[in-house]
Nanobody, 128 residues
């Protein structure tokens, strides 16, 4: 069973930065050899559906971003430390949401319903 624990959320003013971390228990060995294993960041604001923010393919380090965060957010992984990061710069009030880390073998890496494992989330609040 893969366990994911997010941290790094908080409250910032518009234009500020935060770095989210997702500590993972040992991933399946196939995660490091398969082109189908991804880790991703998702977010959900009150009254809205969970949406994909960014995802990374573990084996190749291929990344994909939502249009709304491209150029502002960067997803990265430290496999030696089993940690996933999301560097968020130039934050805007519309980035306010609960942010979740996920892992699995999605066909479409930006779809929340395609992931097998989820963390509990970390809150990000951006004030104007």
């Amino acid at each position: 069973q893969v366990q994911l624990v997010e941290s790094g959320g908080g409250s910032v003013q518009a234009g500020g930065s935060l770095r989210l971390s997702c500590a993972t228990s040992t991933l399946p060995a196939s995660a490091y050899t398969s082109q189908h294993y991804y880790m991703g960041w998702f977010r959900q604001a009150p009254g809205k559906e969970r949406e994909g923010v960014a995802a990374v393919q573990i084996y190749t380090d291929y990344t994909v971003y939502a249009t709304s965060v491209k150029g502002r957010f960067t997803i990265s992984q430290d496999n030696a430390k089993n940690t996933l990061f999301l560097q968020m710069n130039t934050l805007q009030p519309e980035d306010t949401a609960m942010y979740y880390c996920a892992a699995g073998t999605p066909i479409q890496p930006m779809r929340a319903d395609a992931y097998n494992y989820w963390g509990q989330g970390t809150q990000v609040t951006v004030s104007s």
